[in-house]
């Protein structure tokens, strides 16, 4: 299943990290967050909270490489604007706080996205 994640935050990261940690069969293909890809690869990798992840994480400028998997990171604050199509992405998981409400999550639909799941 191809996944995106906006908002890379604890919960986000949490997220991801549970996935991988269970070898859950999830593709994760984005990321999107107003961080840049280096500061979200060293959030990953040194949680003060869950520990250092148990795995290599490194980042590129546009990018997060976990286990030698790319991650595209993407910086857009509006929904409605990922490319969620051209990435081909199953399920959006929105974890900002901010897109909440019916209305506002369906814009990762528009995006085109086919499922959404709000955290």
């Known amino acids: 299943m191809r996944v ?11 997220l991801f990290r549970a996935a991988i940690e269970r070898k859950a069969k999830i593709d ?18 040194y949680d003060s909270v869950h520990g250092p992840f148990p795995g290599e994480v490194k980042a590129t400028e546009n990018s997060i ?3 030698g998997k790319e991650i595209k990171v993407l910086s857009q604050k509006d929904p409605a604007q990922l490319p ?3 990435l081909n992405v199953y399920l959006a998981v929105e974890s900002t706080g901010l897109f909440t409400k ?18």
């Open 4 to 14: 995106a994640i906006n908002g890379f935050g604890r919960i986000g990261r949490l």
């Open 65 to 67: 490489i976990v286990n």
């Open 102 to 119: 019916r209305e506002d999550a369906a814009k990762h639909l528009q995006a085109g996205a086919k499922k959404v799941l709000i955290s």
């Open 84 to 86: 969620w199509k051209d």
């Open 28 to 45: 994760f293909v984005a990321v999107n967050d107003v961080t840049d890809a280096k500061t979200l690869a060293h959030l990953l990798k």
